[in-house]
């Protein structure tokens, strides 16, 4: 083990010093970047490789993957008669519902408040911490917080609406409760970053359209939205991917229920793949794929139109 | 600069070889010591922590060194470390549902060997039903800690009231809880909670003589047998009988609302903590009270290859085994039933409630374990299945036939080649 490290470090150093004696190799930036390369190659680009190769085969996790080619894909796609399609076909229905439900609120209520903060209102600091605060906790700890205050005969939400819906498991409450649970979740995040491109934008815009006459509305949609395009663009696009990748709420909230409406597709993903039966990794990795190919279309498309404005 | 760089980089390169050093290491067992991994991360956890110190004082030749691990994280886990070959539990307590497909993954070390030292340790001394578990193709693969069933609690003021005779057989039967919920109800009381699906459910099933598989392969979910378990829950359900969808069962019981509530015989410490509470205990309630079914599980003994095992510790670890065999009053009181009998001749042992189950042998047989090689498949898909169609958001016929197509697409995905 230590002849074979010291072995490549001499190889290392001889191939630095032919080189820098070509051209000079300025080795500080791979330094840099290196620790981060190094976890990224372990944690990201194995794995996302390894996951893409493991769909093509029929795995239990135990003993060897074998080869099976396009079998699992077969299968989730067009085997209309398999569990599996009817798996892949809710749970990305479920999760493309999921998305679209959630990511209009995760944007503008964030927007709105940091647009409401930007007036720099009384507890100022107040406010922005408590609207920061939810996206502290971990889910399991939101989840739990929320399912006590659905619950159907000891929540408060029922005692103060004076009646016994089942928020949990009857639609379309399921919905609106893991929607509200989310949007309450993830305001922090995209708050932070339009009240930092809200700072940046200058206040003589503001007095200029004062000047000409323009009410708060017309400058919100004229001089504001503008401003911060960017921004919405990047949180439009990481917010989505964030949704597409939901699992914690359903999972605890729901449980996917009622009769597998709010299953989404990671669900299944995980219950196919480290379910309590043996492993069909395969076929896990499989939907995991098209999964991801989904939300690199979706990404794209965002990207293409949010661009075209410009 | 340059020399520095490539020093820096000699560092990072050494950092990262020694991390990823660290980590096939650190999990590996030393040479005199058990490492022993389970699922005990709740409160039971500390009880099995003291069972493994008291062990430890005793000064054995191999400590044991005890490791709980989340249920979902350890099963994950397993597979990585068995495949490695680096880092494997010597003993591993997993339910007894998991272990065929163990045995079948060739991923387990059979106790015939170590166990002609240990003639203590065989069929006579065990709960039958725990012990049957680990016998499988003539060979031992585990060896059973305890027996957990799935049965009722009633509260003993409102059974007064209720239904007062229900319990002179000692079988509570759903006509009886039927009667009684009619008249309670009227006050408001509940008859029974709707708890845990999964062990109502296939109680039922078997009370009614259905099983999840008929040879071991085949599994049988969409059977008339099935859809009568179900439409006797639905029945209750709209009959307004038992708490309705969403109603937390055990806040009803813990607040006197309820009379029955069927739950695991691991809850009772936490009904304890009520004062207000006067509980007794009894069997699951029963189609009939001819043929007795309490739903059963079983956390087993088992260890994984290992070739680096040596035959001294696998003695060590039958030592600890056979310990645990004479030494499980503490187990029971953290609620579980032990498996091993010599826990009944205790007298303290047939003080806990929940001894009833295995202090005669006719209860005995009313432990049911479901032991089928693809008991997960069939568990996701009833945990899916029974909730919905009891309480009628998903029409029974539909939902069988779903169930068990899923359940055999799930095994054809696995043996396809």
């Not at chain 1, 922005?128 to 929540?155: C, D, E, K, N, R």
């Not at chain 2, 994950?76 to 998991?98: C, F, M, Q, W, Y």
């Not at chain 2, 008339?224 to 055990?250: H, R, S, V, Y």
């Given at each position: 083990?230590?002849?074979?490290e ?18 000079q190799?300025?080795?500080?930036p ?11 190659g ?17 795995w ?71 609207f ?51 949007v ?13 491109a ?10 200029a ?12 949609f004229?001089i ?6 960017a921004q ?19 999972l ?16 299944y ?23 991801g190919?989904?939300?690199m ?14 | ?6 020093l820096?980089?000699s ?18 067992s030393?040479k ?12 039971d ?59 079948d993954a ?13 003639p203590?340790?065989k069929?006579d ?24 069933s ?23 039967t ?7 919920a ?7 009381i ?36 099935a ?15 038992t ?31 009520v ?16 043929k ?6 079983s ?24 310990y ?11 609620g ?18 929940h ?8 209860m005995?047989k ?32 539909e ?8 359940v ?10």
């Amino acid at each position: 083990m230590l002849n074979t490290e010291t072995n490549k470090q001499e190889i290392m150093s001889t191939g630095l010093e032919r080189n820098s004696s070509k051209k000079q190799l300025n080795l500080s930036p791979y330094l840099y970047i290196g620790p981060h390369l190094v976890l990224f190659g372990i944690f990201f680009l194995f794995p996302t490789f390894f996951g893409i190769y493991i769909s093509f085969t029929n795995w239990d996790l135990i003993g060897e993957p074998d080869f099976i080619g396009f079998t699992n894909y077969n299968e989730i796609l067009f085997n209309k008669d398999s569990t599996f399609y009817e798996q892949l076909r809710v749970g990305l229905g479920n999760t493309f519902k999921f998305v679209l439900f959630t990511v209009p609120a995760c944007i503008i209520v964030p927007l709105l408040l940091a647009a409401g903060l930007n007036t720099k209102p009384k507890g100022l600091k107040f406010f922005q911490a408590l609207f920061y605060m939810p996206t502290l906790f971990s889910v399991s700890a939101v989840m739990i917080i929320f399912s006590m205050l659905y619950s159907v005969s000891f929540g408060p939400i029922n005692h103060y609406l004076n009646s016994d819906t089942n928020w949990l498991s009857t639609q379309p409450y399921a919905w609106i409760t893991l929607v509200t649970v989310t949007v309450w979740w993830t305001i922090g995040a995209n708050m932070i970053i339009y009240q930092a491109a809200l700072n940046g934008i200058p206040k003589d815009l503001y007095e200029a359209a004062s000047i000409d006459g323009a009410n708060s509305v017309q400058k919100f949609f004229s001089i504001t939205l503008p401003s911060i395009r960017a921004q919405i663009l990047y949180t439009v696009v990481i917010t989505t991917i964030a949704q597409f990748n939901v699992y914690g709420q359903p999972l605890m909230l729901t449980k996917g229920g009622p009769t597998s409406s709010t299953t989404v597709l990671l669900m299944y993903i995980q219950e196919n793949a480290f379910g309590s039966g043996i492993s069909i990794a395969g076929i896990g990795s499989a939907m995991a794929v098209i999964l991801g190919i989904c939300i690199m279309i979706v990404s794209a498309i965002q990207f293409f139109f949010l661009r075209q404005r410009d | 600069m340059k020399k520095k760089a490539v020093l820096m980089f000699s560092i990072l390169f050494v950092i990262v070889m020694s991390l990823s050093g660290c980590s096939s290491s650190s999990s590996g067992s030393s040479k005199n010591e058990i490492v022993f991994w389970n699922v005990f991360t709740g409160p039971d956890g500390q009880d099995m922590q003291k069972i493994v110190d008291e062990y430890n004082k005793t000064n054995p030749e191999f400590k044991v060194k005890n490791v709980s691990i989340a249920a979902g994280d350890m099963y994950s886990k397993i597979p990585t470390v068995v495949n490695s070959g680096k880092g494997i539990p010597d003993l591993t307590i997993v339910h007894a549902e998991r272990i065929k497909q163990f045995v079948d993954a060739n991923m387990l070390t059979p106790y015939d060997d170590v166990l002609v030292d240990f003639p203590d340790i065989k069929a006579d001394n065990y709960v039958p039903a725990g012990w049957a578990i680990g016998d499988i193709n003539g060979s031992r693969y585990s060896i059973p800690l305890d027996v957990h069933s799935f049965v009722m609690y009633y509260n003993k003021g409102l059974l007064e009231k209720y239904a007062p005779n229900a319990l002179d057989d000692n079988v509570v039967t759903f006509d009886e809880i039927k009667e009684a919920a009619e008249m309670s109800t009227k006050d408001g009381i509940v008859g029974m909670g709707i708890t845990w699906t999964r062990p109502t459910f296939l109680s039922i099933y078997h009370q009614l003589g259905g099983d999840i598989t008929s040879d071991g392969e085949t599994p049988t979910l969409n059977t008339p047998e099935a859809k009568e378990a179900l439409e006797l829950l639905k029945g209750m359900i709209d009959n307004k009988f038992t708490n309705k969808d969403g109603e937390d069962p055990g806040q009803l019981f813990k607040s006197n609302k309820a009379i029955f509530y069927p739950e695991g015989i691991w809850m009772q410490n936490s009904l304890n903590e009520v004062e207000t509470l006067d509980w007794g205990i009894t069997s699951f309630p029963q189609v009939s009270a001819d043929k007795i079914v309490n739903w059963t599980s079983s956390h087993q003994f088992v260890m994984f290859k290992d070739d680096k095992r040596s035959d001294e510790k696998a003695k060590g670890m039958m030592d600890f085994l056979n310990y645990i065999r004479e030494n499980s009053l503490p187990w029971a009181k953290a609620g579980q039933n032990p498996a091993a009998l010599s826990t009944l001749e205790n007298p303290e042992f047939k003080e806990l409630p929940h001894s009833f189950l295995i202090e005669d042998t006719e209860m005995q047989k009313s432990l049911k374990i479901f032991d089928y090689k693809y008991n997960g498949f069939v568990a996701e898909e009833i945990d899916k299945l029974v909730g919905d169609a009891i309480f009628g958001k998903l029409d029974i016929d539909e939902g069988l036939q779903k169930a068990q197509k899923a359940v055999e697409d799930k095994i054809a995905a696995n043996n396809k080649k």
